[in-house]
């Protein structure tokens, strides 16, 4: 039969356990549900409310059905009638405490486990008897009736079991295969053994053999809950077998002052073993955004931003522009009436400042679903192998932000800097000679007007300077003319090639601003979610025993 003084469990140790259960809750929190993790809060809380008070005391609570007569052990063990004793209804409705020790010196413990003074009561003044000083630490509870048939007496009971060091279940032999007490408690109690004890009280109440063939059986019962091994005793408030070996237990209990770690150690074990389904595989490189899958979402974000059109409007405009700059100055102001294809959709020129919204038409439906999709796959790929928690949570954490995309993708567009700032110096060579061109053209076209006007008027012929066998004038409008139509000829193929190239241009520039985008509002957030499973894992690896 084990003994809660068999196994010793290290302070340091179960603080480093507990101190990693907190870390997984920090790590964990926002990405799992409150439901998995309420358990282990509550644990992480209560080991740090017990530890912070007196570990110099033992809180031992007894606990039974009514009749099975653990007030009158109570007594028995305090040796003074301090819980009223009752046989055919609940009777201790509340909480009774008796502490080996001098008056006050468990108060913050007993604030803690909700006694109050008036139930309170000491054993100051017996501990200088060597029977009672073994005792010393002891914090002795007599709870409420868990079967008691007033909720708030079960619930009492509830509450303080999940609170107390040690818990002695105080059984009747006429009920200690009770279904209630098996199933809703004694089985409920497996992983903290170390902190069980049995007692089957009454036994004066049986024979020898009858009281050994009841405990015989309570032990295959207590097997059966997973509590094979705890003390099972057989015990009488009034006559033999008595109760001095369920003192010895608590004197072995008390002196080795490791029912509370014991307990909290099985506390760190069950939501430990409760957590193991979100705990799974090391986080590997196949837990990471891959390639193929960013690609994916950045071609389905960069249609849902109007990317093509864009760069469709760039292309266009450039070729505008540049007709504009390297046309026949004649020609230009028409160019100029003609609209700017980047204005038309809003497109600033410069990226300081407000950044206004554009006329880019909005999403088609089967652009935003292919945005999901995306969005979805790639989370999916990252979160494949690890727990379903975890997968939930990337794909969570992947569309937590998809209705602020539409806007960051408009900013991404109207802030990228689509290669039309500045003006090529071969635009500005081009314009020059055709300024050249046209000055040529207006000089050599004046001079013929006016050698014409003389000779309506009866004026003396204006001899020409000649060109080999041509008029200078006319070699001036003429030269003029066809050097005007080459130079627009040779602009034309130019400036098509030139437009291609600032497309493509403006096309990365967009591309990569909406990488940017999907960078920091789905893979980010993903990748917070693998760093938090990394942590997480790592946390529980320390919180296990």
Not at 34 to 39: D, I, P, S, Y
Not at 45 to 52: F, I, M, V
């Amino acid at each position: 039969m084990t003994s809660v003084v068999d196994r010793r469990v290290d302070a340091d140790a179960l603080i480093r356990r507990v101190d990693g259960l907190q870390r997984f809750l920090r790590s964990a929190d926002g990405y799992l549900p409150e439901e998995r993790l309420a358990g282990a809060r509550t644990v992480v809380e209560r080991a740090s409310q017990r530890l912070s008070l007196s570990r110099h005391h033992t809180v031992v609570a007894l606990a039974g059905a009514t009749g099975s007569g653990k007030s009158s052990l109570f007594n028995a063990l305090a040796r003074m009638e301090l819980s009223p004793v009752g046989h055919r209804r609940p009777t201790t409705g509340v909480t009774y405490s008796c502490v080996w020790g001098p008056t006050g010196s468990a108060g913050g413990l007993l604030d803690w486990l909700g006694v109050l003074p008036r139930h309170r009561f000491d054993r100051e003044s017996a501990l200088d008897a060597d029977d009672e000083a073994r005792l010393r630490g002891l914090v002795l509870l007599d709870l409420p009736d868990f079967d008691s048939v007033e909720v708030t007496h079960r619930a009492e009971v509830d509450r303080l079991l999940a609170l107390v060091d040690l818990v002695v279940w105080v059984l009747d032999p006429q009920k200690y295969a009770d279904k209630l007490v098996h199933e809703s408690y004694l089985r409920q109690f497996h992983r903290h053994k170390d902190v069980t004890v049995v007692a089957l009280n009454h036994a004066d109440r049986l024979s020898t053999v009858d009281s050994q063939r009841c405990l015989d059986d309570l032990r295959k019962l207590l097997d059966t809950d997973g509590l094979g091994g705890v003390p099972a005793l057989v015990t009488s408030a009034y006559a033999a077998p008595g109760w001095m070996e369920l003192r010895k237990v608590l004197e072995g209990v008390v002196a080795s002052k490791a029912a509370a770690l014991q307990r909290l150690s099985g506390d760190v074990d069950r939501v430990v073993e409760e957590l193991t389904d979100v705990t799974g595989p090391a986080v590997s490189r196949q837990h990471a955004v891959d390639r193929a899958s960013a690609d994916t979402l950045v071609e389905a974000l960069t249609h849902a931003a109007g990317v093509p059109a864009v760069a469709e409007a760039t292309e266009r405009a450039y070729r505008h522009r540049a007709g504009v700059n390297m046309g026949w100055p004649l020609l230009r102001s028409l160019r100029r009436l003609r609209p700017d294809p980047l204005r038309r959709l809003h497109l600033p020129e410069k990226t300081e400042g407000p950044v206004p919204a554009t006329s880019l038409p909005a999403p088609t439906a089967a652009q935003r679903a292919s945005v999901g999709l995306a969005v979805r796959t790639l989370a999916d790929n990252v979160g494949a192998g690890l727990p379903v928690p975890w997968q939930n949570a990337m794909v969570t954490a992947a569309r937590s932000r998809l209705n602020d995309l539409p806007d960051a993708l408009d900013r991404a567009v109207a802030t990228t800097d689509l290669g039309l700032k500045r003006t090529p110096w071969w635009w500005r060579v081009f314009a020059g000679a055709q300024w050249l061109a046209t000055v040529a053209v207006t000089f050599g076209l004046c001079w013929l007007l006016v050698g014409y006007a003389a000779r309506i008027i009866g004026l003396p012929a204006i001899e020409y300077p000649r060109l080999g066998v041509a008029p200078l004038p006319t070699v001036l409008l003429v030269g003029g003319l066809l050097a005007g139509a080459l130079l627009a000829g040779l602009a034309g193929p130019i400036a098509a090639a030139a437009a291609r190239r600032a497309r493509a241009r403006a096309e990365t520039r967009l591309r990569t601003g909406v990488a940017e985008v999907a960078e920091e509002y789905v893979v980010l957030p993903v990748g917070a979610v693998v760093e938090g499973y990394r942590e997480a894992r790592a946390a529980i690896g320390e919180a296990r025993r």
